[in-house]
């Protein structure tokens, strides 16, 4: 993971798109739920440094998918994902949680690629700037802890 990581702070350098589809790839390989996780916390990490009143509003979509992404269906998932897509005043939080919940039904439906494009989509949003190596730098951090912690416990 950390050479993974390693390789990611060179595609930055190099103004590569599509930064977070390694990260995200390789933590679905372990299971779909840690991208899931890594997409979450970014936008939460991602809201704190913005100091964004929509996380406010939305912060309940954010809930569920960490507490029911289980229970629903991919379609429930999908329509949850339009759902947020259409709320006013869209803005990236509430297109990186579209994605998210995006994400977890492509994954559902055991579309592994789609899931991870659409996790990178979620992430990437959240890094409007590339040259934000501080905000990048937390979001790997995030990456690396969630994967130690599955790696911990299994």
Known sequence: MK???ENVKQTITKKKILWAYPVANRLQKYHYSLAIHWAVECIQIYASEMKSDKLLQLNKYI?????EQ???????CFEMSREIWYLPEREEIQTAIARLWGSIAAFK???EH??????TMAVELLLPDISDLRLLERYLEAAVRIYE???SQN
């Open 3 to 5: 050479q993974l990581i």
């Open 63 to 67: 809930q569920q998918a960490l507490e």
């Open 70 to 76: 289980n229970v629903l269906t991919s379609s429930q």
């Open 109 to 111: 439906e055991g579309e």
């Open 114 to 119: 789609g899931g991870v494009m659409e996790t």
């Open 149 to 151: 912690e599955y790696e």
